[in-house]
């Protein structure tokens, strides 16, 4: 019997997708965007959720929450003393605790930050080719001193006692900081913390872009985790990174062009409530009580701190 | 590339805060003119698109992936001074938000990645791209901008942790703030981002401004620009 099926039917399927052809599997740079937008959207809701929490830190106006976090970050930044370093931890660790925040969570991350920037990049300095002084421990000795160019190693390497204090304040004071940072944002609004910058000068217009890229940043994390997904879910196999870098800036442009639309009826918006290119956002609340005690409270404690 | 806090003496972080201010006081009214009654939207919406590029993660040779800092592909896209606003409204986002760089150090960080480094970008790159719109010499262009801005800005971090034994430390040479001299910060900062952050940076630049080339070429600030000068 005559054969009749259509002779391209016939031909051994030659064309396979692009995507089988490439010899490596390349899907971690979908996997590592689709984590930092998790952890972007999970920040902003972490953060929303426990500012919302009715406590007494919570309730303290964000001005005041402004002004004691400069004046704070501004005395843990010059605090020289490991002790005075020591004590100011301890009491970040009690407002953690009035506060009622999650503090196994809040902590991971500070320990997470302070030990990348303050440990391991800093720990080099505890030897005594960076930081002179008395070894404490001996890591390695050489047959004589080495110089080249502005460099000079020493006949013997170790850690010293003076690098060990380097390391430690820097450690704390990096801890110190983010903690006290993440108390007030985390327990503050971001749109009233944002709005407080006023007491700063900062210009209205300024603080409105804020606050609206803060808004964007919310719903364009959302949009790449679901294109991103459904990407993901449409892709197998071996993907030359031709094709990767074509999917990805394809997916740039998108976004691009999605905040451009959203941006657009932002406007309209605005416009349709009567803005004409002036921003005049609310005036500040009347401080209570509780602000004047919390205010009296860090400012006597740092000026302790500081002759401590 | 984001200072943290306890890097920078109150000597260097009050200044740069104070140079930053003026900076995006500058900006603000630039961009009011060019933008109108829509530069807020228009600049929230370009900080958001900016903090959203740093999350994009693109293979590059070498078998890894990275993303870039964003300076320079928002200079080429939205012009240098609004590339300045919206950069500093990621990293401020960035720094209360997200713990990523101080918030002693948000002056140096804005300083260093939203005013140094989208200017050096946006300059190298009309420097290179010489009025055309061919591709290759587009792409050069971009790869350049991206590079040398970011390696530029990585010196000029360097230098400001590299001051810090020098201007504040103890009687017997403790280091209070970052410990590393000049002779250590700058060719650490200057060898990693020459040889890889670079790299990286110029690749995810000529890779965006590509495709935008290709999709909507007017999206691109730096070819508007251009042809309205012309």
């Not at chain 2, 306890?6 to 140079?19: C, E």
């Not at chain 2, 590393?180 to 110029?202: C, K, N, Q, T, W």
Request: hydrophobic fraction near 50%; aromatic fraction near 14%.
């Amino acid at each position: 019997m005559e054969n009749k099926i259509p002779s391209y039917l016939l031909q051994p399927v030659n064309d396979q997708p692009e995507f089988q052809k490439a010899k490596r599997a390349r899907l971690s740079f979908l996997d590592k965007t689709i984590m930092n937008t998790a952890s972007a959207v999970k920040s902003i809701y972490v953060q929303a959720e426990n500012a919302s929490k009715e406590n007494v830190i919570q309730r303290i106006n964000p001005y005041v929450k402004l002004i004691v976090m400069i004046y704070s970050i501004f005395i843990i930044s010059i605090v020289s003393h490991l002790e005075a370093q020591l004590i100011i931890t301890i009491f970040i660790f009690s407002l953690f605790i009035i506060a009622r925040l999650k503090i196994f969570r809040v902590y991971k991350k500070i320990f997470f930050l302070a030990t990348i920037f303050g440990f391991i990049v800093v720990l080099p300095a505890s030897l005594n080719i960076i930081t002179p002084g008395k070894i404490i421990f001996n890591i390695i000795t050489i047959n004589k001193p080495l110089h080249f160019w502005i460099y000079t190693i020493p006949q013997n390497i170790g850690f010293t006692e003076n690098g060990f204090k380097v390391v430690s304040l820097i450690f704390l004071r990096i801890f110190n900081s983010v903690s006290f940072a993440m108390l007030i944002v985390f327990t503050t609004s971001f749109p009233s913390f944002i709005k407080s910058f006023k007491i700063l000068g900062v210009p209205d217009t300024f603080m409105m872009i804020i606050s609206l890229a803060y808004k964007y940043i919310f719903i364009l994390s959302r949009i790449i985790e679901e294109t991103y997904f459904a990407l993901k879910s449409r892709l197998s196999g071996n993907i030359k990174n031709s094709r990767i870098r074509e999917l990805v800036s394809g997916r740039i442009f998108f976004i691009f062009k999605k905040s451009m639309l959203i941006y657009e009826n932002t406007y309209y918006a605005m416009v349709s409530r009567g803005y004409q290119g002036k921003v005049l956002l609310h005036s500040r609340k009347k401080l209570s009580s509780i602000d004047f005690v919390a205010l009296i409270i860090i400012v006597i404690l740092g000026i302790w701190i500081i002759y401590l | 590339m984001h200072i943290p806090d306890g890097y920078l003496s109150p000597q260097t972080y009050i200044p740069l805060f104070g140079v930053f201010i003026s900076a995006a006081a500058i900006a603000i009214k630039k961009v009011k003119n060019e933008v109108s009654a829509r530069n807020i939207p228009y600049l929230g919406m370009a900080a958001a698109f900016s903090f959203i590029i740093m999350m994009f993660n693109l293979p590059v040779p070498g078998g890894t992936t990275g993303h870039a800092v964003g300076s320079a592909v928002i200079a080429i896209i939205f012009g240098p001074w609004a590339a300045m606003l919206a950069v500093s409204v990621a990293l401020i986002i960035q720094a209360l938000i997200f713990g990523d760089g101080g918030i002693t150090a948000i002056g140096a960080n804005c300083f260093n990645m939203a005013v140094f480094m989208p200017f050096t970008a946006y300059y190298i790159f009309k420097l290179f791209s010489k009025n055309t719109s061919g591709k290759s010499r587009v792409s050069f262009a971009a790869f350049i901008s991206g590079y040398l801005s970011l390696v530029m800005a990585a010196i000029l971090t360097a230098g400001e942790l590299g001051i810090q034994p020098l201007i504040a430390s103890t009687p017997d040479g403790k280091a209070l703030y970052c410990p590393y001299d000049l002779s250590i910060a700058v060719p650490a900062m200057a060898i990693e981002h020459m040889l890889l952050f670079g790299i990286v940076e110029g690749i995810i630049t000529a890779i965006i401004v590509n495709y935008f080339l290709k999709t909507e070429p007017t999206l691109i600030y730096a070819f508007r620009n251009r042809d309205k000068n012309k």
